[in-house]
C-alpha cells in the first residue's frame, strides 16, 4: 500500500489529518479496528481524506465503513489510490465479466461446481481447527498482497461475521527471549497446509498438488511503512519452521499461534449490506465466518487486493520462493 512521504504515525498527526479531511476515525478495540464515518467512498475523495484512511489503516490495521453505495468500478477505483489492484489469473467465475481486480465471494457459488462438493462441506473441512482457519491472503505467495478492501453486498441478517488479529500487538505482547529468539527463526508457507483431505477421489485436493504455491518467510516480519516487528505467523498457510524438528516446529507454531490470535488482539465485524472492510494484509491475519453455512442464507462479498512486496526479516533476509510464485506475477 503507497504511502506519501512525510506522513507520521503520530497521535497528534491522525487528529490533524482527520480533521483536514472533515472525517472521524473511531477506535472500536484496544489493539486493532476502527470506523470511519464521515467519508462517502463512492465519491472522488481528495488527497486529504485518501491520507487520513491510509494512516488509520496502518495504524488501527482495519477500518470499517457502513452505508456505502460502491459498485465494482468505484470499487476498482477506490482501491487504485492506495496501490495497484492485483489481478489474478485464471480466477475463472469469481470475477465479474469487465472487473478483473474483484473476486466475487459467494456461499455454495464456485468450489461446488468446480471441484464436485457442496460449499459447506469444502468450508468445513478447510477449517477443520480453530487455528488452522486464521490466515493472511495468499500467505504461501514470495509477495503477499499489501491490502484487502472487501465490501459486503448480501449478508445473512445473522451470523457471518469476520475476525481479524493484530501480529504486531501479538509480537510485542511476547516476552523479550522469546522474541529475540523467534525473530531468528523463518518458516515455510505452503497452499493449503490447513487442508484437511478425505480419502480416496478428491478433486481439490489434486487441484492443490497441480498447483503447489511455497515460500520461506521470517517468522517476524519488519512492515515496510511502519518498521514494526510483526509476528507473521497463520494457521492456513505455515507448514515447517525452517532448520527445526518437526515436533519442535510443531510446538512452536502452535504456541505463537495461539500467541497471535489472543482476544485482547482481536476485532469481530458485523456485516450490513454496504459495510467495507479495509486491512492490512502484512500485519493481520482475519478468520472467515463459520457459523452461517448451515443457515442456508446468502452471503455475497466481493475484494479487491492490493500488489505487496516481499517481506524482509529482522535481520534484513528477504523471503525465498520454493514453488509455484515469484515477484509480480499472478
Not at 460502491?70 to 469487465?98: C, T
Not at 457459488?109 to 460449499?119: I, P
Not at 490447513?194 to 517476524?220: C, F
Not at 456485516?271 to 452471503?299: C, K, M, Q, Y
Request: glycine letters at 10%; a negative charge.
Amino acid at each position: 500500500m503507497r504511502t506519501s512521504d512525510g506522513v507520521g504515525m503520530t497521535t497528534e498527526w491522525d487528529a490533524a489529518a482527520e480533521r483536514a479531511a472533515g472525517v472521524e476515525v473511531k477506535p472500536v478495540a484496544g489493539h486493532i479496528g476502527a470506523e470511519i464515518t464521515g467519508v462517502d467512498l463512492a465519491d472522488d475523495l481528495d488527497d486529504a481524506v485518501v491520507a487520513a484512511i491510509r494512516t488509520a489503516v496502518l495504524r488501527w490495521k482495519v477500518v470499517f465503513f457502513r452505508g456505502q453505495r460502491l459498485d465494482h468500478a468505484r470499487h476498482v477505483a477506490f482501491a487504485r489510490r492506495f496501490g495497484e489492484p492485483v489481478v489474478l489469473g485464471k480466477r475463472g467465475s469469481a470475477s465479474p465479466p469487465d472487473f478483473p481486480e474483484v473476486e466475487t465471494t459467494a456461499d455454495r457459488l464456485e468450489l461446488g461446481g468446480r471441484f464436485g462438493m457442496e460449499h459447506e462441506e469444502w468450508l468445513q473441512r478447510r477449517r477443520h481447527t480453530l487455528l488452522r482457519g486464521w490466515h493472511c491472503d495468499h500467505g504461501a505467495r514470495i509477495d503477499p498482497p499489501a491490502a484487502t478492501i472487501l465490501r459486503a453486498e448480501t449478508v445473512p441478517p445473522y451470523g457471518g461475521d469476520t475476525t481479524w488479529s493484530n501480529l504486531a500487538a501479538a509480537y510485542a505482547g511476547l516476552s523479550a527471549p522469546v522474541r529475540e529468539f523467534v525473530d531468528t527463526l523463518r518458516a515455510e508457507h505452503r497452499l493449503g497446509v490447513g487442508y484437511q483431505p478425505r480419502p480416496g477421489d478428491d478433486a481439490y485436493l489434486r487441484h492443490l498438488l497441480d498447483h503447489q504455491v511455497a515460500s520461506v518467510h521470517p517468522l517476524v516480519r519488519v512492515h515496510p511503512e511502519t518498521g514494526e516487528r510483526v509476528l507473521y505467523v497463520n494457521g492456513y498457510y505455515v507448514e515447517q519452521i525452517v532448520d527445526v524438528s518437526r515436533p519442535e516446529s510443531r510446538a512452536l507454531l502452535e504456541m505463537l499461534l495461539e500467541q497471535a490470535v489472543r482476544p485482547e488482539y482481536t476485532v469481530r465485524f458485523r456485516w450490513e449490506p454496504g459495510s467495507v472492510a479495509f486491512w492490512d494484509n502484512r500485519a493481520t491475519i482475519h478468520l472467515a465466518p463459520g457459523d452461517n453455512a448451515h443457515l442456508g442464507l446468502p452471503r455475497i462479498m466481493h475484494r479487491v487486493m492490493l500488489t505487496g512486496d516481499v517481506p524482509v526479516g529482522v535481520d534484513g533476509r528477504p523471503s525465498q520462493p520454493v514453488i509455484g510464485t515469484e515477484p509480480g506475477r499472478w
